[in-house]
């Protein structure tokens, strides 16, 4: 597709469960990025790919989080026994390369009860 | 201190008016500075970009950068309600964190008819 493609868009889970958030990039984007967004937090990042370099997962909150990206095009951001506390919309970018503009998709809202 | 400080509003302003809108850094190395325009349960969009210091201008909007005090600015001429959205300013990291972007927290902006 044109643009960064996000799913689900929103998903409810229950506290303890584990969920997939899925992100499908601009074709021929090298770099990948996700980013957490809570109400009034802005955005905070959480990992970043870049081709066949190793990614930089300096951003990940805690080891119950996980993201993989296979044949340098989809990605999968997981988290494990999810707390109330990572209830927050989900935001996947890429971009043609390191250092420019993002295309941001429309997130996924994780809301969990 | 964060990378990039942003007053979240909200602000809400009568249309046609100017509006501004400004952030400020820490790290006097950054030179890459960016505008994001949010609407709401979207993905944030590219609006503008600017590097090192001056003004860029783009039909109603103009991004300002102001090195010697760390400022950057957007300012919207002639606003609509159509401009309602968050605006989030931007600019890449360096060395070790080059590839992401760190946000301010966003600016909410309303223009009412």
């Known amino acids: 597709g044109a643009g960064v493609s996000q799913s689900p868009s929103n998903k409810v889970t229950e506290k303890g469960k584990d969920v997939e958030l899925r992100c499908d990039p601009i074709s021929g984007h090298t770099a990948l990025y996700w980013y957490r967004q809570s109400l009034g937090q802005g955005l905070e990042f959480l990992i970043y790919?870049?081709?066949?370099?190793?990614?930089?997962k300096s951003g990940l909150p805690s080891d119950r989080f996980s993201a993989e990206r296979t044949g340098g095009s989809v990605s999968t951001l997981t988290i494990q026994r999810t707390q109330q506390e990572d209830s927050a919309v989900y935001l996947c970018?890429?971009?043609?390369?390191?250092?420019?503009?993002?295309?941001f998709g429309s997130g996924t809202r994780l809301t969990v009860v | 201190q964060k990378e990039v400080e942003q007053d979240p509003g909200p602000l809400s302003v009568p249309e046609g008016a100017i509006v501004s809108l400004n952030c400020t850094y820490s790290n006097s190395a950054f030179q890459y500075f960016m505008w994001y325009r949010q609407y709401s349960r979207k993905g944030p969009e590219l609006l503008m970009y600017t590097y090192s210091s001056g003004n860029k201008e783009d039909g109603r909007f103009t991004a300002q950068v102001d090195k010697s005090s760390k400022y950057i600015s957007l300012f919207i001429r002639d606003s609509q309600p159509s401009d309602s959205a968050t605006y989030l300013c931007?600019?890449?990291?360096?060395?070790?964190?080059?590839?992401?972007?760190?946000f301010g927290r966003g600016t909410q902006l309303t223009v009412w008819p």
């Open positions: 970018a890429s971009s043609p390369g390191q250092g420019y503009g993002y295309t």
């Open positions: 790919f870049q081709g066949n370099s190793a990614p930089d």
């Open positions: 931007a600019t890449p990291g360096r060395g070790s964190t080059l590839g992401r972007l760190y």
